[in-house]
């Protein structure tokens, strides 16, 4: 049995709001100084169900997969730490800044590449842009169903038993690999990684493939190809509108709040 | 004349309110730039004169059943034939369970972009432009389309229904939904309803690494019941193990919108705020004015939570 999981690196969502910033006219998010980008939330979940699947099976290859600068190594070797066999980094200057349909396809001509692939995992949205488009967009390009927002999984033979998060509830489907599935934060607690693993990863070997390599032309990749143009960039202004309760002490201010918001109609 | 397409969903056999929403959307849209509205819908001939009496021009109907979530393969062949019939160039849809597949599937088949929860859209020169919250709410980006046709997930109760006219008509147009279905759905369960749900209450106290004491979550938990509603958490009090991660608001946890959020030691990180920004009125209790939480808050009470909560529960018990 052979998994792909494709993860992301991105910029911590847990950066606090002072310190984000925007370049305004590179329409791109300046990196917080001191806070390292990490695993998009979302994708070792997608790690920890195709561990699970592995460990059920009792064989299997995992193939770890990420679009993304020299930085997304890192990415790739938490998910090594956490079980996984092989790292690929798609890495190009062509890819730096490109929307999610070019993303799908980079990501899908990698996972051709891999060959004899039974499933792909991702996480169900990335947490930057937060589309949720690109699970589907790789089984599109791969002619591949796509079950999204997975709760749980379970596969006999060729048939994937999958449990789905929806807005009011839950659904089970069924699907025949080979297949693409997303993977929620309902899924459970990713495994941590344990030092001797993290010492095993970091002899794992991390190949690098370029847009040449994935056999790409060059309308397929670029920023100025992108089929979703991003106009602009910025932070929002937020009018605060925040009434601070004052008060002769800590009790008094509680007292004036319950108040207010008595008044207000909200208890 | 280039048209806009909504695709309504219903609930229970009725057209559900998001379809409106969708309506009014393309109906500004259509209001600047010209063309007509039509709405895709399935099920009987009865759903098209609510969609008719809140702004649509023409419906087309698809078979019952083909526009639910888990049927999106089934779904988009539907989607593809009212697009080409009613010659649209933008085509909208609510961020629902059925439009986050729905959308980038009509996308790729298109060979065309998506944006997904969009806030605001507008006509540049004929051609769509919107507005989408990214980074957890931290920046705003604004996209176009390079592709003819522009599909779009709307973010639900961010347009306003029209009045419905109920002297508007228009036809109505059967479409065929012959889409393989690969995916086979087994079943589909509506959550259980025991206590008051996270995701359903009109009151959520949450409490964050500011509390620093686990044991502060039992005052948490007894202003959330004292107000008949849920006591909720952020990652960062989840990962201390102070809370289960059941209870957990934010990215990876819950996404709430209840009416009234207390937060009580959260600092508002993009991860906290992606769960809870969709609060109709924020409450901060927090020792630092600068927190992000105090300023997107409508009252904030600068001062230590451990002397204001308890003053807070005493005084709202002695407000009857």
Wanted: with cysteine.
């Amino acid at each position: 049995m052979n998994i792909v999981v494709c993860v992301k690196q991105i910029p911590d969502p847990e950066t606090p709001a002072s310190q984000f910033a925007v370049d305004n006219a590179a329409k791109r998010v300046i990196p917080a100084q001191g806070i390292a980008p990490v695993v998009n939330p979302y994708d070792p979940q997608a790690t920890e169900a195709a561990l699970r699947l592995k460990d059920a099976a009792g064989e299997g290859k995992i193939t770890v997969i990420s679009l993304g600068e020299e930085s997304a190594r890192d990415a790739i070797k938490h998910a090594l730490a956490m079980g996984a066999d092989e790292g690929i980094l798609l890495s190009d200057p062509d890819f730096e800044n490109i929307d999610n349909f070019q993303t799908s396809l980079a990501l899908a001509r990698a996972i051709e590449k891999v060959g004899d692939v039974d499933l792909v995992l991702m996480g169900r949205a990335s947490a930057d842009w937060d589309m949720g488009v690109a699970p589907i967009g790789v089984a599109e390009q791969l002619g591949l169903p796509c079950v999204t927002i997975a709760k749980s999984m379970e596969l006999e033979g060729d048939t994937l038993t999958v449990e789905r998060v929806l807005d009011d509830g839950f659904q089970t489907v069924e699907v025949d690999t080979p297949a693409v599935v997303s993977i929620s934060n309902e899924f459970g607690e990713p495994r941590y990684p344990q030092l001797r693993q993290i010492m095993l990863a970091a002899k794992k070997t991390v190949q690098v493939w370029s847009a040449d390599d994935l056999e790409l032309e060059d309308e397929d990749a670029g920023e100025d190809n992108r089929w979703l143009g991003l106009e602009a960039l910025y932070i929002p202004e937020v009018e605060s509108n925040v009434e601070i309760i004052e008060g002769d002490s800590p009790e008094d201010q509680a007292r004036n709040l319950a108040l207010k918001l008595r008044e207000a109609k909200l208890i | 004349m280039p048209g806009t397409l909504i695709i309504a969903e219903t609930v229970e056999g009725a057209v559900a309110p998001l379809s409106f929403e969708l309506l009014a959307a393309a109906r500004s849209l259509v209001d600047q730039g010209g063309g007509s509205v039509s709405a895709l819908v399935a099920g009987d001939e009865s759903l098209a004169q609510p969609l008719f009496e809140h702004g649509a021009d023409a419906v087309y109907l698809a078979p019952a059943g083909s526009l639910v979530s888990g049927y999106a393969e089934t779904g988009v062949a539907a989607a593809l034939a009212a697009c080409e019939a009613a010659g649209a160039e933008v085509v909208l849809m609510g961020q629902t369970s059925l439009g986050r597949d729905l959308a980038p599937l009509m996308a790729f088949r298109l060979n065309t972009a998506v944006a997904m929860d969009c806030l605001s859209l507008e006509l540049q020169e004929g051609r769509l432009r919107a507005t989408r919250s990214c980074y957890g709410g931290n920046a705003n980006a604004e996209v176009t389309w390079r592709g003819e046709t522009q599909i779009a997930t709307l973010k639900l109760k961010a347009w306003d229904a029209l009045e419905p006219d109920t002297s508007r008509n228009g036809s109505v147009v059967p479409v065929e939904a012959a889409g393989e279905q690969r995916v086979r759905v087994i079943s589909t369960e509506a959550a259980e309803a025991t206590g008051v749900r996270l995701e359903d209450a009109e009151v959520v106290v949450s409490g964050g690494r500011g509390l620093g004491d686990p044991s502060a979550f039992s005052m948490m938990e007894e202003l959330s019941e004292l107000l008949g509603g849920a006591t909720g958490a952020s990652r960062a009090a989840c990962d201390l193990g102070w809370y289960p991660p059941s209870q957990q608001v934010g990215l990876t946890g819950k996404t709430v919108t209840p009416n009234l959020y207390i937060a009580v030691g959260i600092s508002g990180a993009s991860q906290h705020m992606a769960g809870m920004s969709g609060s109709k009125n924020i409450i901060a209790i927090n020792r630092d004015p600068d927190a992000n939480m105090v300023q997107v808050a409508r009252f904030a009470v600068i001062e230590d939570y451990k002397k204001v909560v308890p003053a807070l529960i005493d005084a709202i018990k002695g407000l009857d």
